[in-house]
């Protein structure tokens, strides 16, 4: 909890916060300080860093103190979850700043426009409300049930953004408690481990700190597909569908997941012919409550066209965008555009993933649902132009109710977190013009990696669970720094739960 508070206190300095005229914190003489003077930013740079190494070590600590304790462990967990966000509570949105994109496109709704026809930066005023310039000229991807809240958030907020991300705050806690409530439980239903579940998917800190201190929407639509299985494995199929096509409604992309909810209904030897009914079905009922919602707010399935486009104005750094901008540039050499050649080359590998996903849902036997929806999701993701950081966090509650995961997997996962969380920090720090950027960045970034590298190479407490990371040091500095021997720790770690 130490530690997250040291996150929002750092939040306070570097953290977004727009400078719109409806702002009551902008010109706080509390908040001043802390963004406008070197001190103030240099100290809240370094709580920011130093807090994000610090949860991570927190968290792994409570891993290695829970293992033995079995079922009690449970409890633990969930009240580390809700400990560890309380404080966050109180942050100004870190590692991105698409809260005030979704209140810029809450604001679209309220003045008639359709996020999907028309975009942030035709609104007067916007790069002041502090929407992401990189996302301002880009369709909504997200769907009209989270599009009428936004709508509903600018409204009651009156357009000052503290209370947006008030308002938005509230979506990102309710899909952290739908993820506490579904995924022990669907751990137990799957004959899994419940509070190693629920350690490695949410109270991994970079989920709580992108979903609450980041102010995300996955979090909820996350939530509502896990909601949607557990509902189905508890037979009540047609609640389950509800609850998928509300995910749906909250952010497209689950259509994937969407397949593999109909063949958790099913036997694994089911035939093809009972797959396309259970499909069918599933698929009328996701229509009828889509269109509902469509009809309801005006957007009608805009979404489509919307989530087909979303994301051409931002940079495509992932393999697949620098890919397609090199075949691009390469093709402008022979006279041809270099977004038409990219496009060409997205296409493809959009129709790879959907080939992925089908060849998924249509094996037989059927593998584990869960599992196969976290491979269609991870599929859709790597083969996409555009990854952001927290596209990992979709896929880490499938593949751990999917399967336990080896020493290895589990070390992956830690290194991929960290490095996820201080890249987060160090791109995302809000600071004033009159601050050099590259050089706050530099300093977050050498903080971050002294802290990381500490806990890797030296801490006794956590240097073994790197494995062959602490091996590379040498037995005397090993000895002088009083490292345990990795197999040593492990043998302990065995006989520790029996």
């Given amino acids: 909890m130490l530690a997250s508070v040291m996150v929002s206190c750092g939040s306070w300095g570097v953290g977004w916060l727009p400078y719109a005229q409806e702002s009551v914190l902008a010109r706080s003489p509390l908040v001043l300080p802390l963004r406008a003077e070197t001190v103030g930013v240099i100290i809240c740079t370094l709580l920011l860093a130093v807090g994000t190494v610090l949860m991570f070590r927190a968290w792994l600590r409570l891993r290695q103190t829970t293992r033995s304790l079995g079922a009690q462990a449970l409890g633990l967990m969930r009240r580390a979850a809700w400990t560890w966000s309380a404080p966050m509570l ?105 509070s190693w579940t629920l350690w490695v998917s949410v109270v991994n800190p970079l989920f709580l700190m992108n979903m609450v201190g980041g102010v995300h929407n996955d979090g909820l639509m996350l939530g509502g597909v896990l909601l949607a299985f557990l509902l189905v494995y508890r037979k009540r199929r047609v609640l389950g569908t509800i609850a998928m096509a509300l995910s749906i409604a909250i952010k497209p992309v689950m259509l994937l997941a969407l397949p593999f909810l109909g063949l958790a209904m099913l036997k694994p030897e089911a035939r093809l012919r009972s797959k396309v009914r259970v499909w069918l079905w599933i698929t009328v009922l996701t229509t009828a409550i889509l269109a509902a919602l469509g009809a309801a707010t005006g957007l009608w399935f805009g979404w489509i066209s919307g989530m087909a486009s979303s994301g051409d104005a931002a940079f495509p750094y992932a393999p697949v965008g620098l890919l397609g901008l090199l075949v691009g540039w390469i093709g402008s050499l022979f006279g041809g555009s270099i977004s038409t050649v990219a496009g060409v080359v997205y296409a493809i590998f959009k129709v790879v993933s959907m080939a992925v996903i089908a060849w998924l849902a249509l094996r037989k036997p059927s593998g584990n649902p869960l599992l196969y929806s976290g491979y269609a999701l991870a599929a859709s993701v790597l083969l996409a132009p555009i990854i952001q950081p927290w596209y990992l966090l979709w896929l880490i509650p499938f593949f751990a109710l999917g399967k336990k995961f080896s020493v290895g997997q589990e070390r992956l996962l830690y290194v991929l977190c960290l490095v996820l969380a201080i890249a987060g920090v160090v791109d995302q720090l809000s600071v004033a013009q009159w601050f050099s950027l590259l050089w706050m960045r530099i300093f977050a970034a050498l903080v971050g990696l002294l802290c990381v590298a500490y806990m890797v190479f030296i801490d006794p407490k956590t240097a073994p669970l790197f494995g062959h990371l602490g091996r590379r040091l040498s037995p005397r500095t090993r000895k002088f720094l009083r490292i345990p021997n990795p197999e040593e720790t492990r043998q302990q770690d065995r006989d520790a739960t029996g």
């Fill in 90 to 194: 109180f942050s100004f949105p870190i590692l991105s700043q698409d809260v005030y994109s979704y209140l810029g496109q809450g604001r679209l709704m309220h003045s008639g426009l359709s996020p999907y026809e028309n975009w942030v930066s035709q609104l007067p005023g916007w790069f002041a409300q502090g929407a992401d310039s990189l996302w301002a000229e880009s369709s909504s991807p997200y769907g009209p049930l989270f599009l009428m809240y936004a709508r509903l958030a600018y409204f009651v907020s009156g357009g000052v953004p503290e209370y947006g991300v008030v308002m938005m705050r509230l979506v990102a806690v309710a899909g952290v408690a739908l993820c506490i409530y579904a995924i022990p439980r669907l751990a137990l239903k799957l004959g899994g481990d419940p």
